[in-house]
DNA sequence: CGACAACTTGACGGGCGTCAACCGGAGTGG
DNA sequence: CCACTCCGGTTGACGCCCGTCAAGTTGTCG
């Protein structure tokens, strides 16, 4: 019940981010039907080759999109956190492209597709809030190609960081200097197109050289400046999502 | 005139792929305002961290979408051909996030992204259909991030030739074993995250194995099969675009 | 306290970048 | 009509960043 309502809450808060919405819109909101879902670390919340009749938000843990090559190399093609919706990508489409899975305890509600485009197609507001988050996920996914395929090890790294610092600040978690960084080096890797060997090398080597520090998983910046230097960070392409 | 007519049957073709549009549908297209423009080749159409006013459509010629990296590196982040509309991805931001820019002679048409909006809002078939274009783009750049992250060499330049001979192909462009590959070496390379030096090694690689064959601008596909296995293509993230 | 995953570190090798030279075709101007 | 220029393509030599392999350490959970 009370998780119901917490969905509910996440996702108004979201959208509430993305575009003016007045009490109907809200109502409206509150009356979609939802499942509420404990998931655990790794559980696969969407499968490539599936279809996706029910559309999945966030309510807390962590998740990540990701594609596998032919030869089973595993790319990560974005992180999420609290409030994230993981399947407008998938809205207007029969068959996902791609897996999501939780990268730590989870918990997710889930609504049917048809019942967040049936609200679209009703409410232009929500329509607009609901399509702009999908244009900031693919804004996101234009700032990793690049990050994977014109900057060094070190730098991407250091954006990878960047980005998950202040899209975790802006979704209320973490503080300004110190945030959890949930994911393993494997999968830090994996979405930069390192190896977990490499990434170690270059997060050793931020933290000699004072930018970061790490107690356990959480991430404490002791440099803002020169870590946004490091990554050639600027948060333009997040669209005030962050 | 003509041209005009041109542009609205190009955009009319497009979206009619996309979703199903009735007569109604089709006129309120027809009714756009249309402005048609020759650019040269190498010209900006549009410009990051300007306001997007106008939403341009490419009626004829090439062209590509590009980031630059802080220390002057570029990565292009995907190629467009006839039909496509460029301006989609910024279509609810005010602020343009990249360079979109012709790569050869182009015929493109301008049209005021709020007339188009509003065409979204009104008619929620014309919505789907912008929207699940947009949606395409954003599965593209999510295997452009596999591409350059997880792929060597040889297979990702091979997948970036499946992926153009296929949207070539539905865009009505080449015939089945042979297509127009209008871009230099070097935007291959910038688009693969490799230098044009060792593009042209691949592309010489390719040459002698049999798997394709140059005549200019052309590309031969001499053993499709193989080229399809070497790239690792799977056509399925085109969702039909192709 | 044992088991297992994740992290850490070192040695070594290769794929791709860098630099440099040369070639070939298209456009230009005398 | 030919010489000049320039851009793009082609090829070779060399070196480095990062992958690979392997061993050891730390941390966590049962």
Redesign the pocket.
Request: include cysteine; charged fraction near 25%; glycine fraction near 6%.
């Given at each position: 019940m009370t998780s119901q309502n917490d969905a509910i809450a996440a996702m108004t808060r979201k959208l509430e981010r993305l575009a003016r919405l007045d009490d109907s819109d809200r109502s409206a909101i509150a009356a979609l039907p939802v499942t509420v879902q404990f998931a655990p670390s790794g559980q696969y919340l969407v499968r490539e080759g599936n279809e996706a009749v029910n559309c999945c938000l966030l309510v807390t843990g962590y998740a990540f999109r990701h594609k596998l090559a032919q030869d089973g190399g595993r790319q990560i093609v974005s992180f999420h956190m609290r409030g994230d919706m993981l399947d407008l990508q998938h809205l207007l489409f029969p068959i996902a492209d791609h897996n999501i899975q939780t990268m730590t305890e989870a918990i997710v509600a889930w609504t049917p597709c048809r019942a967040l485009q049936q609200l679209a197609h009703e409410r232009p507001r929500i329509a607009d809030a609901l399509w702009r988050d999908t244009l900031i996920d693919a804004s996101i996914f234009r700032e990793w190609v690049l990050n994977v395929g014109r900057r060094?090890?070190?730098t991407r790294i250091a954006h990878m960081l960047c980005e998950f610092a202040a899209r975790a600040q802006a979704a209320g978690l973490g503080a300004a200097d110190r945030f959890e960084l949930p994911m393993?080096?494997?999968q830090i890797g994996d979405a930069t197109?390192?190896?977990?060997?490499?990434v170690?090398?270059m997060?050793?080597q931020l933290g000699a050289e004072g930018v970061i520090a790490?107690r356990?998983k959480d991430v404490i910046v002791g440099d803002w400046a020169k870590l946004r230097r490091v990554a050639g960070f600027d948060a333009a392409y997040l669209h005030d999502a962050a």
């Amino acid at each position: 019940m009370t998780s119901q309502n917490d969905a509910i809450a996440a996702m108004t808060r979201k959208l509430e981010r993305l575009a003016r919405l007045d009490d109907s819109d809200r109502s409206a909101i509150a009356a979609l039907p939802v499942t509420v879902q404990f998931a655990p670390s790794g559980q696969y919340l969407v499968r490539e080759g599936n279809e996706a009749v029910n559309c999945c938000l966030l309510v807390t843990g962590y998740a990540f999109r990701h594609k596998l090559a032919q030869d089973g190399g595993r790319q990560i093609v974005s992180f999420h956190m609290r409030g994230d919706m993981l399947d407008l990508q998938h809205l207007l489409f029969p068959i996902a492209d791609h897996n999501i899975q939780t990268m730590t305890e989870a918990i997710v509600a889930w609504t049917p597709c048809r019942a967040l485009q049936q609200l679209a197609h009703e409410r232009p507001r929500i329509a607009d809030a609901l399509w702009r988050d999908t244009l900031i996920d693919a804004s996101i996914f234009r700032e990793w190609v690049l990050n994977v395929g014109r900057r060094d090890a070190r730098t991407r790294i250091a954006h990878m960081l960047c980005e998950f610092a202040a899209r975790a600040q802006a979704a209320g978690l973490g503080a300004a200097d110190r945030f959890e960084l949930p994911m393993t080096q494997e999968q830090i890797g994996d979405a930069t197109g390192l190896t977990s060997v490499h990434v170690n090398r270059m997060l050793m080597q931020l933290g000699a050289e004072g930018v970061i520090a790490r107690r356990g998983k959480d991430v404490i910046v002791g440099d803002w400046a020169k870590l946004r230097r490091v990554a050639g960070f600027d948060a333009a392409y997040l669209h005030d999502a962050a």
